[in-house]
């Protein structure tokens, strides 16, 4: 590598010596052509003595050899300062490629003379390309170790009833079949989750967009888990405008289930209000509960996949923390975003924030 190094910084030398032979040729060679076409257009008047014709003679030529090795001196002079210059953060991102390639992600390459702009643009497109390589290795491994522990205690309960049921331990009654259902449900669940999660975070999460009375959808969504709530202390409150969107409306029903859901685990029972507010060109779907709300810091990553508030301020029951991961990525979907704030009592509000077109 370092004799590679070391031919570009010769080939840089070589190329600024032969740059300026060439112009110290022209600009001589070019003297002379201008000045016989001086004299064949524009002759001078009068009688013509040998002083007024110029031809080369060996003198001249000894002058132009020694501008021309001094030129040359000058050229080596300057190629060097600039190969070095040119080299420095060249190597250092050469360097720091091979480093990344060889698994060391912190690998990062040093800009050198910010004077050179491009060199230097280029330096800091791969060190932020190096770091979102970091940042996607380091969350796929926090994806991995997640999906590992949320996919372990439902395998294990299954391979545990399985296993008992047969060596006569439990018998296979309705119960038991019914809580190896449950099971199977929550690991679909949690496999329908990460593809939808998956799939936005690649674009690849398409929509089925058409006209929709979004007020009916969110109705069914709303009546479909309504027993649930109400055995759980939640009064349900529901104020819908009658419109009709371009949306997916099964995706929405899905994103406000989510969002339901997230309420019966975190929220303490009381009043849950599903509102639907239109604007000029965006209409907000929002839940809120009365509490107890978000710490600041927690707020700031509450859409992330796998995260979930601190057991010693929600009611933590199951779930697989992808909830809101999946209510972000069909706002997403649909041009909007997921949004979260505080509301006036302390309680939580969760918003989506959609077109309308």
């Known amino acids: ?25 022209i600009a001589f060679v070019g003297s002379i052509v201008i000045y016989g076409l001086l004299y064949l257009f524009a002759p001078p008047s009068g009688p013509l003595t040998p002083d007024d014709l110029f031809i080369p003679d060996p003198r001249d030529y000894l ?100 296993q008992g049921m047969k060596d006569g331990v439990f018998k296979p009654d309705e119960a038991q079949i019914r809580g190896l259902l449950f099971q199977v449900e929550g690991l679909t669940r949690l496999v329908d989750d990460l593809h939808i999660v998956t799939l936005q975070d690649i674009g690849r ?17 709303v009546d479909s888990v309504s027993d649930t709530l109400h055995e ?56 809120e509960d009365d509490g107890p709300g978000l710490a600041p810091e927690f707020a700031q990553q509450v859409f992330e996949p796998f995260t979930r508030a ?9 779930g697989s923390g992808l909830g809101l991961s999946v209510v972000r990525a069909i706002a997403l979907a649909h041009g909007g975003q997921a949004v979260y704030r505080r509301s006036a009592v302390g309680g939580s509000i969760f918003e989506l924030v959609l077109p309308r077109g």
């Open 205 to 221: 999460l398409e929509m089925r967009m058409e006209p929709t009375r979004i007020d009916v959808e969110i109705r069914h969504a």
């Open 63 to 162: 002058i132009f050899a020694i501008l021309l090795l001094i030129g040359l001196v000058v050229a080596v002079v300057i190629a060097s300062r600039l190969a070095r210059r040119i080299l420095a953060p060249l190597n250092s991102l050469a360097e720091s490629a091979r480093r990344i390639a060889a698994g060391d992600l912190e690998a990062r390459a040093l800009p050198g003379d910010r004077s050179l702009g491009e060199t230097a643009h280029l330096v800091d497109d791969f060190n932020a390309m190096a770091v979102r390589l970091q940042r996607m290795t380091s969350d796929m491994t926090a994806w991995n170790a997640a999906i590992a522990h949320e996919l372990r205690t439902p395998l294990t309960i299954l391979r545990g009833r399985l």
């Open 1 to 25: 590598m370092k004799k590679e190094r070391g031919r570009l910084g010769r080939q840089i030398v070589l190329s600024m010596g032969l740059v300026s032979s060439i112009t110290m040729l």
């Open 310 to 318: 601190d057991a010693s301020r929600s009611r933590k029951f199951g």
């Open 232 to 287: 759980a202390g939640f009064a349900v409150e529901v104020d819908l405008a009658d419109v009709v969107v371009a949306c997916d409306g099964a995706r929405i029903r899905q994103a406000l289930l989510a969002l339901l859901d997230n309420a019966r685990r975190y929220a303490v029972p009381g009043r849950l209000r599903i509102a639907l507010v239109l604007h000029e060109s965006t209409f907000t779907l929002g839940v």
